[in-house]
């Protein structure tokens, strides 16, 4: 499957099929809680929430990918994603964009 942040993919035609999306919620580890809370007092960076949305970031892409195959896309372009808090130890990360079928 490719994928692109671009709206359009250079000399190829293709046919637009919808729209592409996944989406995952994670939670709060209490590990990486109490760092956190260390690292705010100390500074520096969260590395345990930054692997836990990078973790996310994946599964969000794998789902929007899944479903971009299911409607027969060749491709996804114009991909995005989107942070959101769900709940005060959750967030809930989408990726989604334009399911595209090449044209020959």
Do not use: W
């Not at 250079?10 to 690292?39: E, N, W, Y």
């Amino acid at each position: 499957m490719f994928i692109s942040t671009l709206e359009t993919i250079p000399g190829v035609s293709f046919q637009i099929l919808g729209i592409a999306q996944g989406a995952t919620v994670q939670t709060k580890h209490i590990g990486r809680d109490l760092m956190a809370g260390l690292k705010n007092v100390l500074g520096g960076e969260l590395k345990g929430y930054t692997e836990m949305m990078q973790e996310s970031r994946q599964i969000a892409t794998q789902r929007m990918c899944k479903m971009a195959e299911e409607m027969g896309a060749d491709a996804v372009i114009g991909v995005r994603y989107a942070t959101s808090a769900i709940a005060p130890q959750a967030a809930e990360v989408l990726a989604y964009g334009t399911e595209v079928k090449f044209v020959q």
